[in-house]
């Protein structure tokens, strides 16, 4: 089960649900956006850039 926070799902139902948490572009198929870990939706590479403040970010399948 995947955790989404509450900020998230309001984002979801304003129709953001593929608009970055982080950046607020659109996830693409090239970079697709995950779940952090405290439940917001953000590209992909922001959790994989060692330089960006949410490196290792990416919420963990339970
Ligand atoms: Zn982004």
Redesign the pocket.
């Known amino acids: 089960m995947r955790w989404i926070n509450s900020r998230q799902q309001k984002r979801d139902h304003n129709g953001q649900r593929n608009t970055?948490?982080?950046?607020?572009?659109d996830?693409t198929t090239h970079?697709p956006?995950v779940l952090t870990g405290d439940g917001f939706r953000?590209?992909r590479?922001?959790t994989t850039d060692p330089k960006s403040g949410l490196y290792g970010a990416e919420q963990r399948r339970s």
């Open positions: 970055c948490a982080a950046c607020g572009h996830g970079d956006l953000v590209h590479s922001h």
